[in-house]
């Protein structure tokens, strides 16, 4: 459902519809505009109709011999309402004032036509008219139909009778018009919607470009890399330059939050990490001082165990001097980590190489293939396979388990080069679990708790994973996972 929320599909989208939307309104109007003008058309073909007729019968009154009366107007008309209805081609009827039927160009089956009658609303619509003239229109039979009434007079302008000339309309000729000019317009609107397809498509494509590039840059926004600036064409609209320009001040305040956030956390390992060292270094300084503070006092060199004395007190300083080494090591190996040399090797043959340094007689190892071939440094990874054997022995330890027992396992899955070690050892608690690759975190004894936060160092510099499940006495699996070659 992606695309349907994209800025580009909704431009393309709505131009469609504007085009769409338009053609039918235009299709509508055009409807109502012709069938307006038919109106209109048959409205003033029946009055120039009507008018025509009129002369007529004004003509034919003019010259007859018969009394100009109501009663004789069936005789006056006798022959002449057929003439003025071919000549006109509308049938015409006569009826009296007070709506009987007089006579009527129409041929009828009946033989008494005395019943026939105009409705009392047209009667009543007729009389209250200002023009002495009345409209009807109606349907029979599917057939649309106007009926025109008004009154026939003399030369005083006396009512004489009614005269009713039904008209039929015929939109047979309109409506073809309105097909043809519709099929006109529904040619020339698919030409237009082609048109407006390629062009909200092109138009779309210009608007989003800037856009896409816009999140794009900002996707690829890092706090720990130096972030690139946008550059202005000279055709971006407004809108667009001002979202750009508040992007490139954005990563100009980055850039320099970022430089001083470095600076800051820098400053603050170092901080850290000195009274770390000086932690570690005053615990050996201890037992030293008391060992020569206790020495000093009791010297003695007619003691005739001084020799053995001697060599005690020795033993005892040189062991303290032995574990403030360790800890120089092993804040020298966590701060100044030797150039990555990267290489192809055979994760399988370093693997087992890494093991033989080790004379546990519970350490297990298993490869379902004989060569893995992987870039990686050769030091680096002899350095993730001892570390994390090391903190699986002391685990062990920890626990002491009947039967203690390390798992070392070589595979690989879907591109990757897989290294499980799994012990049965002491395992790692819930509350302890997301602290387990942090530096200086331990929960021995001894030990500087660096050497998982190396690992995961090493590994990371590497584009894998480190990652473990473990259950409190139960033991811990530690994965390592990094691209094969």
Not at 86 to 93: F, G, K, Q, T, Y
Not at 116 to 144: I, M, T
Request: charged letters at 25%.
């Amino acid at each position: 459902m992606r695309i349907y929320r994209s800025l580009r599909f909704r431009i393309f989208l709505s131009m469609l519809l504007l085009v769409v939307i338009a053609s039918i309104l235009i299709a509508i109007v055009t409807i109502y505009q012709y069938r307006e003008e038919a109106k209109d058309y048959h409205r003033d073909r029946l009055l120039r109709k009507e008018t025509s007729i009129t002369k007529n019968i004004e003509y034919v009154l003019k010259n007859t011999t018969f009394p100009v009366e109501t009663e004789y107007i069936p005789l006056i008309f006798k022959n002449k309402i057929y003439e003025i209805k071919d000549v006109n081609n509308l049938e015409i009827i006569f009826f009296d004032l007070d709506g009987k039927l007089l006579k009527s160009s129409k041929a009828s089956f009946l033989k008494d036509t005395s019943q026939v009658k105009l409705p009392k609303h047209v009667l009543g619509s007729l009389q209250n008219s200002a023009d002495k003239r009345y409209l009807e229109e109606f349907n029979e039979d599917g057939q649309k139909y106007q009926s025109s009434y008004s009154y026939i007079t003399d030369s005083s302008f006396k009512p004489l009778a009614i005269l009713n000339l039904p008209y039929i309309e015929d939109d047979d000729f309109i409506n073809k018009e309105l097909k043809e000019n519709l099929m006109r317009l529904g040619i020339a609107y698919f030409f237009m919607l082609l048109i407006a397809v390629a062009l909200a498509y092109f138009l779309s494509k210009f608007i989003t470009r800037t856009l896409n590039d816009v999140s794009k840059k900002i996707t690829e926004t890092r706090l720990d890399k130096r972030n690139n600036r946008i550059e202005l064409d000279s055709n971006t609209t407004q809108e667009i330059s001002n979202l750009v320009v508040a992007y490139n001040g954005m990563v100009d305040e980055l850039e320099s939050s970022a430089a001083q956030l470095a600076a800051s956390e820098r400053e603050a390992a170092w901080r850290e990490m000195a009274k770390q060292v000086a932690h570690e270094i005053k615990n050996p300084l201890t037992p030293m001082r008391l060992t020569v503070q206790s020495f000093q006092r009791k010297f003695d060199p007619t003691d005739e165990h001084i020799h053995e004395k001697l060599s005690e007190y020795s033993n005892t300083l040189i062991q303290q001097i032995d574990t403030m080494s360790s800890i120089a090591s092993a804040f020298s190996a966590y701060a100044d980590m030797p150039a990555q040399q990267d290489e192809n090797l055979n994760v399988v043959r370093i693997t087992k190489l890494a093991l033989d340094i080790f004379n546990e007689d519970y350490i297990y190892f298993t490869s379902e293939e004989e060569e893995i071939i992987s870039s990686f440094d050769r030091t680096q990874l002899i350095r993730v396979v001892t570390n994390l054997i090391k903190n699986s022995i002391q685990a062990i330890n920890q626990k002491k388990p009947d039967n203690p027992r390390i798992n070392v396992t070589v595979l690989s899955e879907n591109g990757n080069a897989i290294i499980k070690v799994n012990d049965n050892g002491i395992g790692v608690s819930e509350a302890n679990s997301s602290k387990i690759f942090e530096p200086k975190f331990t929960t021995k004894s001894s030990g500087m708790g660096l050497g998982l936060a190396m690992v995961k160092n090493i590994v990371d510099n590497h584009q894998g994973t480190i990652s473990f499940t473990s259950s409190e006495d139960a033991g811990t699996t530690f994965t390592v996972l990094f691209p094969k070659k």
